[in-house]
């Protein structure tokens, strides 16, 4: 368990990201788990340590342009994490996509050695997805966003269930996303 200071940005929330360890370790133990690796910023960045891992081309678009430096600041500290704890298989969520995607590349063109696993996104009763940010949301914001899985999972249904319209399906979306006044 580790917050990485190098994949937030200047005007990201670092400072006032959840760190919850102790509730963190409690959960893992009611689960059987016997070890986690808790590492000091000290001990993942030695203060003299020059050396990033940047994959090219797949963080040049979707939030990439957004977030300079973000995915470089991911692939290194995975990659250092690999490196301290030598994986057999590691298991990301799809929640972010692009970031999977990134690390599978870093572990193929760095010869790691590691079966990446992506597993799909797990979800809160009102649809919205897990993650330590929600505890950022009141109760009207929680709401608006759960919206949002919502209207994908309707536009998701339509296109299984045979509509090839994008306007039918942008506008189905459209209405879910209105009404909860998004």
Known sequence: ????????????DFSRYPRTLEADLAALSERGVSGVFTPSVGEMYPPN???WVRVEGLDTHLCGPFRPGHFQGVTTVVARLFLACRPHVAVF??????QFLIL?????DLHFGIEMV????????DGLAMSSRNRYLNEVDRKKASVISKAVFLGRGLIAG?????????????????????
Do not use: C, H, W, Y
């Open 1 to 12: 368990i580790f917050v990485n200071p190098t994949q937030f940005g200047p005007n990201e």
């Open 162 to 182: 045979g509509e090839q319209d994008p306007a039918t399906v942008e506008n189905a979306m459209r209405e879910v996303m209105e009404s909860a006044g998004g």
């Open 49 to 51: 340590d020059q050396t």
């Open 93 to 98: 969520g799809l929640k972010d996509a692009q």
């Open 104 to 108: 599978r590349r870093m572990v193929r």
């Open 118 to 125: 992506g597993m799909a996104t797990v979800r809160e009763p």
